[in-house]
């Protein structure tokens, strides 16, 4: 899969695939790269152009399940899903699942939850 963030994030320099995989240098990764969406999102807000707002949970975890699929750290994810309350996001794996609590949770707060699930 080919990531538009390749040549940002740090797993596409090999870190990742070294005997030491420090996965939690992921959790700045997806924290910058959802930032600079963020920053892009809120300049379109400024000169009038339609976006679907940077705090929605579902387009945040949606572009989240994306980015882990394409790191190492996110390899055994089968699936990410967010409750119909917004309350709980459950990681599915291909045996077993986990749930993490995100109710009051910004955007940025939801991947760290989400990502240090995951460690």
Not at 30 to 48: D, H, N, P
Not at 102 to 112: H, L, P, R, T
Request: hydrophobic share 30%; aromatic share 8%; with cysteine.
């Amino acid at each position: 899969m080919s990531c538009r963030y390749k040549n940002e994030c740090p797993s596409y320099s090999g870190w990742c695939e070294g005997p030491k995989q420090d996965f939690a240098r992921c959790v700045q990764y997806l924290i910058t790269a959802y930032e600079s969406t963020r920053k892009l999102l809120e300049e379109y807000q400024r000169q009038g152009k339609n976006y679907n707002g940077c705090e929605n949970k579902k387009e945040i975890l949606q572009k989240l399940n994306t980015l882990l699929k394409a790191t190492r750290a996110g390899s055994g994810i089968k699936d990410l899903a967010l409750s119909g309350d917004e309350r709980i996001v459950t990681i599915h794996f291909s045996q077993g699942s986990r749930s993490v609590n995100v109710e009051a949770d910004s955007g940025c707060a939801m991947i760290m939850d989400i990502v240090k699930a995951l460690l």
